[in-house]
């Protein structure tokens, strides 16, 4: 986001509270959600498109264990390996799976963005 001169509240607070604060991020490869096709819409029950074959997502869903919590600052080795740009998943208040290419996934390097992370493969 910070790429295209957004801010997010995370953002925000990381860079006011730098040692008081923990960002955790959430990722899943397939399943469904509740979400509205527009801001002040009726929410929907979707259905979640299976992870991009670059993504996070994917890379995730390819392990052996499915659900897990990653520390990105436990090793630097973790930390590096997930400082490397690649495609991330944004779902929110809004999902738009007929464009989920364009309008939710960006390029992201969640050791930069999170401390952790909580991978739910199906949910």
């Known amino acids: 986001m910070s790429h295209r001169g957004e801010l997010n509240l995370g953002q925000l ?4 509270y730098p040692n008081d604060s923990f960002s955790l991020g959430f990722s899943t490869y397939a399943g469904t959600v509740t979400t509205a096709d527009n801001w002040n819409e ?40 997930f400082s490397i740009p690649k495609l991330q998943r944004a779902i929110g208040v809004i ?9 939710h996934y960006y390029k992201a390097k ?3 963005q ?8 199906y949910t």
């Open 42 to 81: 009726r929410p929907k029950f979707k259905t979640i498109n299976p992870g991009l074959p670059d993504s996070y997502e994917y890379l995730f869903h390819s392990q052996a264990i499915k659900n897990f919590l990653i520390y990105f600052n436990m090793h630097s080795e973790i930390h590096k390996l």
């Open 114 to 121: 999170f401390d952790a992370m909580i991978h739910i493969d």
């Open 95 to 103: 999902y738009r799976p007929e464009t989920e290419r364009v309008s």
């Open 13 to 16: 607070i990381k860079e006011t």
């Open 110 to 112: 969640p050791s930069l």
